[in-house]
């Protein structure tokens, strides 16, 4: 079996980049997808008469089957030929949402909230099974920047976008529509996905098992860090607005906006730090001093959001908010190829699908926490310092607990069930 090396061209064939768009655009479906119902909130309580509680359930369901199936998700990507996961997790996903603009009660809708989190807890597995598989070294930074931009902006169009067509058309008509032109995505997978991966896996037949995974070291540096990243960020997407809007006094137009230019400088911040890796891995820098140079001074300076709430000049902190967004960035460019790096071809999925499980607990923990701290002082400023400090102790993991960033020997597994065990 011939796994990706930096020995490979540093550019990548037309067939690599029809495949890397196609999953970068699922990313930003993927989010459009899972943050359409909070745009839809104030017009769906009305018109079916859920109550706030029941909105509040609503809104958090999404995440309790996304979390929970991520070890299956990457099981099922370490098994099967992951270019079908992906396709079947991808219809799955687009049909609950096309689906969900035709119901007409809450449980229903519960239901295909569900749903759609078993659908896309496919996707990070995935891509990290694809581009461990068929991407170098000194690809996968940018390989990853892009798919993150997705994440990024798919949240951005779907905020200024979506809100206007569904104060024009209704909510029903956008989730019909979004779902069903999602699925030409399908066919185009099919035509422009990368190859050879299921003869590959066949090969080598010494697929690591969970426990396996588990007995790496480093493995536990990429759930914690990541879990202070996602910490980072799932406070801004939650509490950022409500900020801006009671805090600072913005006006709704005004937060829109910003939290949209929030979105995009992230994105482009990620997009250049992943090509820069890459070129300087492709130079002869060793992947562990340039992906723990992006996560450690990426999470390291992202610390400068606790002068967000200190500055009292407006113009001046949200320049600041910026920059802390476009710190985030840089980090992001790198924590998923360090774990693709580790975790090699053989073990990406099941890797990537734990590590995605205990960093997405970071989404009950930020907004919980934070609502704790603002009704405790009253301010934001406790809760922009705790985000600051996680964000620090993130840093300090990579910089310090990681290890050096190299592909993990796998022995053959002990285990009879690699899910299992």
Known sequence: MTFPS???????????????????ISASINYIDRGNLSIAAPL??????????????????????????????????????VNWVLAAGFLLWSATTAATGLIRGFGILIVLRLLLGVGESVAYPCYSKILASHFAEHQRGLANSLIDAGTKC??????????????????????????????????????????????ALKESGEVPGIADILRQRAVWATFAGHFCGNYFWYFLLTWLPFYLVRERHFSMQSMASLGALAYLVTAAATTVAGWLSDRAIAAGATPTRVRKSCTGFGLGFATVILGVTVL????????????????????????????QTLAGPLAAGKWSGLQNLVANLAGV????????????????????????????????????????????????????DPFVF
């Open 154 to 199: 798919g949240p951005a169009l779907g905020t200024l976008v979506g809100g206007l067509l569904m104060a024009r058309f209704g909510w029903r008509s956008f989730f019909i529509v979004l779902g069903l032109s999602s699925l030409l995505w399908v066919p185009l997978w099919f035509k422009w996905m990368p190859r050879r991966h299921a003869a």
């Open 312 to 339: 009292r000049d407006s113009t001046a902190s949200m320049i600041l908010l910026l920059f802390a967004c476009m710190s985030y960035g840089v980090f992001a460019s790198s924590h998923w190829a360090i774990t």
């Open 44 to 81: 769906l309580k009305d018109d079916l008469g859920i109550s706030p509680a029941q909105l509040g359930v609503l809104l958090s369901s999404f995440f309790w089957t996304y979390a929970a199936f991520q070890i299956v998700s990457g099981w099922l990507v370490d098994r099967f030929d």
């Open 6 to 24: 930096t020995s490979a061209p540093a550019r990548l064939p037309a067939a690599l980049w029809g495949a890397l768009i196609l999953l970068a």
């Open 365 to 416: 923990a930020a907004p919980s926490i934070t609502g704790f701290v603002v009704g405790a002082t009253g301010h934001f400023m406790g809760a922009f310092a705790v985000s600051a400090g996680v964000a620090l102790g993130g840093a300090m993991i990579y910089a310090f607990c990681l290890g050096p960033v190299q592909p993990v020997q796998w022995r053959p597994s002990t285990a009879v």
